[in-house]
């Protein structure tokens, strides 16, 4: 799902040496049951996922909470004086671009008990924020309106037939802790394989699978992570583990990607759940916790971006190698709309919370970041029909392709540069650190001006008879995904 590329320039990720052995192991916690600010969340009647070990080194400058900025008129204050204890932060723009004003609310702290989750609708697999997230500043929180009453239901957003049709869908179709069980035990036995080989190797589990915007049938990407002075050669590293993977029983039929960014893809015995595996592609790392961040910001965030995909993927449109999206261009397109609206559904959580994805934080500490950002609630009450809608008619009559960089960094259009990443691209879709262009697949003419006319074919479709079937085989999608798995 992510763009298979190398770790931000200006700094090696890799430069503390290995890993040396940890006195007590950190646990990385699926459910963020002790966690605060926008990544925890309960699913209620689900069992509990498995502990995630990433065994960092012991930091003598871990990550801070960060500087929650007041509002002033609506308006987020940046505070350019960040801790002493913060990794330089990369400069994010030279340029006096005007700031995007964010027509949100911060959820003020419940007044008795700070770490209760709000109960939410059955239908809904969300139910609350943990608003006890420290805070290093004594500034008064500024007065803010309450919280609408329907922002911890999703039903709240499912009040017309188009949109209770995609709840069924995305409840139908979510992955389920059963699911990521399944793959984190997998992940774990083959850690264990691969240090019999490479001693310090830390595999991590990423993408879709760990960022809350996988399906049922979603397959896994992994990120094997070897650090050391020296820069391993992928290819090499990845025939190595293709001649282990032979010898281990649950594994199969192991293929090498001699890809920009090799990977060695494989499947679990017995079963159709396929892994992608590559070395040090730390970036993907990077988005999988900046996507899980937004992905339960809202309600209707991962609802909105299941549909997409399977709509993008029913009609053709959703195969980087074949010269269309790519699954991670279509889920930044969907969180740049839903940023741009005149009520934001989101915010820019890489502007506003700068401290918290650092592009040059030591990847240990990646999943770390998002713990401290306080709960985002929108004043945007637009239901997951109306937004669906406003989604397929925004890229079909009102982004300029020709004009225009999708930025969910700056939660803007940007305006098109002639820089090489740019220049004569059909398709302009920033990648939220290393800032290149993540829609470079789409190269050929043909194919943008299919996409084109699929954005402006479903919106009139959908537009005129309000039925998700009309642009997408609801039954046959969840009866598929029911057989899975």
Not at 206 to 219: A, K, V
Not at 234 to 242: A, D, K, N, R, Y
């Amino acid at each position: 799902m992510f763009p298979r590329s190398a770790a931000p320039r200006g700094r090696s990720a890799y430069s503390n040496g290995l890993y040396p052995p940890p006195p007590v192991p950190r646990c990385y916690d699926y459910n963020h049951q002790s966690l605060s600010g926008v990544n925890r969340f309960y699913v209620p009647g689900l069992a509990r996922f498995p502990q995630y070990e990433w065994k960092p080194p012991p930091s003598t400058s871990p990550v801070p909470p960060p500087h929650t900025p007041t509002m002033t008129n609506r308006r987020k204050r940046q505070n350019d004086e960040y801790s002493s204890h913060v990794v330089k932060r990369q400069r994010l723009d030279s340029s006096p671009h005007p700031r995007i004003g964010s027509p949100s609310v911060r959820a003020p702290p419940p007044p008795s008990r700070p770490d209760q989750v709000v109960a939410g609708s059955s239908r809904s697999s969300f139910s609350g924020f943990d608003y006890s997230y420290p805070s290093p500043h004594s500034h008064p929180r500024p007065q803010v309106p309450a919280v609408p009453e329907s922002s911890n239901s999703l039903q709240a957003y499912a009040k017309d037939k188009l949109s209770d049709q995609m709840v069924e869908l995305f409840e139908a179709c979510q992955q389920q802790s059963s699911d990521l069980s399944r793959k984190e035990m997998f992940r774990a036995r083959l850690q264990q394989d691969i240090q019999r080989v490479y001693a310090v190797a830390r595999l991590y589990l990423t993408g879709s699978s760990m960022n809350g915007l996988g399906c049922r049938s979603s397959d896994a990407d992994l990120c094997l992570v070897l650090k050391g002075n020296k820069r391993p050669d992928p290819i090499h590293v990845l025939s190595v583990l293709q001649r282990l993977f032979k010898s281990l029983l649950y594994v199969e039929r192991t293929q090498l990607i001699r890809a920009k960014v090799p990977i060695l893809r494989f499947r679990e015995k017995g079963s159709d759940l396929e892994f992608d595996l590559n070395i040090n592609n730390t970036v993907g790392i990077r988005n999988t916790f900046l996507l899980r961040s937004y992905a339960y910001a809202d309600l209707r965030i991962r609802p909105m971006i299941l549909v997409v995909k399977k709509w993008a993927r029913h009609n053709q449109i959703n195969d980087a190698s074949k010269g269309t999206l790519s699954s991670y261009t279509l889920v930044l397109m969907v969180l740049h709309y839903l940023q741009t609206l005149k009520e934001p559904v989101l915010p820019s959580l890489q502007r506003d919370y700068p401290e918290c994805f650092n592009p040059f934080m030591e990847i240990d500490m990646v999943p770390e970041g998002p713990k401290h950002i306080p709960p985002y609630v929108s004043r945007n009450q637009s239901s997951l029909g109306e937004l669906l809608l406003g989604f397929l008619k925004y890229y079909a009559t009102d982004f300029r392709w020709d004009k225009q960089v999708i930025s969910v960094r700056e939660a803007r259009a940007l305006t098109k540069t002639n820089s090489q990443d740019w220049r004569n691209k059909y398709i302009c879709v920033e990648e939220p650190f290393e800032r290149n262009n993540v829609a470079r697949a789409v190269h050929e003419k043909i194919k943008f001006d299919a996409i084109k006319a699929q954005f402006a074919e479903s919106y009139r479709i959908l537009k005129e008879r309000n039925d998700l079937n009309s642009i997408l085989p609801v039954r046959a999608i969840i009866n598929k995904e029911s057989s899975r798995r």
